[in-house]
C-alpha cells in the first residue's frame, strides 16, 4: 500500500477507474453529486469531502496521490460519504456497497490486494469523522440496532462515549460526541451485515 504512483501504475489505476465507469452500478458514483440540483442542503454540513471516480480520475491524472495508499483513501470515501450521507436509505447502502465490490474486484485482480487491507482503509476513513454529523434519528437507530445485536460490551461501549445510563434519556452534545458516535455506529452496522 506504500508503493509509489508512477506512470505504469497510474495508467492501471486509470484503467480500473474507466472499467467501473463503464458498469452500472457505478452510475451514482461517476460524478460529483449535484446537491444544488437535487435541493440536499444540507449536503456539504455532512460531507466536508465530496468524492466520486471522476474527480479520483481527475486527481490521479494530476498526481495528486504519490502513494498506492492515497489513492485507495480517496477511492474508499467515495463509498463511506454515500454511507454516512445516506444512512437511512437502503438503496443508496446497497449501490455503495456494490460499486465498491465491483471496483475492489478490479482492484485485487490487478495488484492481489486482501480484503482485510482495503476494509482497514475503509475504517481509517469513516474514523477521520469528517463533517461527521450524527443526529437524534441516527442516534435512536444506533439504540435499537444495539439492542437488536443484544451484546452488553456495546452498551458498556455506548454508556462510555455518551456518558449517558441504559434506558435513561439521552441528552447529550450530538457534535461533541458526533466522532466516537460515528466510530460505534460503523462496528455496530458491521455486526449487523454479519448475522
Known amino acids: 500500500m506504500d508503493e509509489q504512483i508512477d506512470f505504469s501504475l497510474k495508467k492501471r489505476l486509470l484503467d480500473i477507474i474507466n472499467r467501473t465507469k463503464k458498469n452500472q452500478v457505478s452510475k451514482h458514483f461517476r460524478l460529483p453529486v449535484d446537491y444544488e440540483f437535487l435541493q440536499l442542503h444540507d449536503y456539504l454540513n455532512i460531507i466536508k469531502r465530496p468524492m466520486d471516480l471522476e474527480t479520483l480520475a481527475s486527481n490521479l491524472r494530476a498526481s495528486h496521490y504519490h502513494k498506492f ?13 454515500c454511507r454516512r450521507y445516506n444512512y437511512d436509505n437502503q438503496i ?6 456494490n460499486c465498491e465490490q465491483v ?61 449517558q445510563n441504559v434506558g435513561a434519556e439521552v441528552i447529550l452534545d ?5 466522532l466516537e458516535l460515528e466510530e460505534l455506529d460503523f462496528q455496530v452496522n458491521k455486526m449487523l451485515k454479519m448475522l
Not at 495508499?69 to 460519504?81: C, V
Not at 443508496?92 to 456497497?97: R, S, W
Open 69 to 81: 495508499g492515497d489513492f485507495l483513501l480517496d477511492l474508499s470515501l467515495i463509498f463511506s460519504n
Open 92 to 97: 443508496m447502502q446497497d449501490a455503495a456497497e
Open 103 to 163: 471496483i475492489f474486484g478490479f482492484i485485487q485482480d490487478e495488484f492481489d490486494l486482501d480484503r482485510t487491507e482495503y476494509e482497514q482503509i475503509l475504517d481509517q476513513t469513516f474514523k477521520l469523522g469528517e463533517g461527521a454529523i450524527f443526529t437524534q434519528k441516527r442516534l435512536f437507530n444506533l439504540l435499537q440496532n444495539i439492542n437488536k445485536l443484544n451484546k452488553p460490551e456495546l452498551w458498556d461501549q455506548y454508556q462510555l462515549k455518551t456518558g
Open 174 to 178: 450530538i457534535n461533541k460526541n458526533s
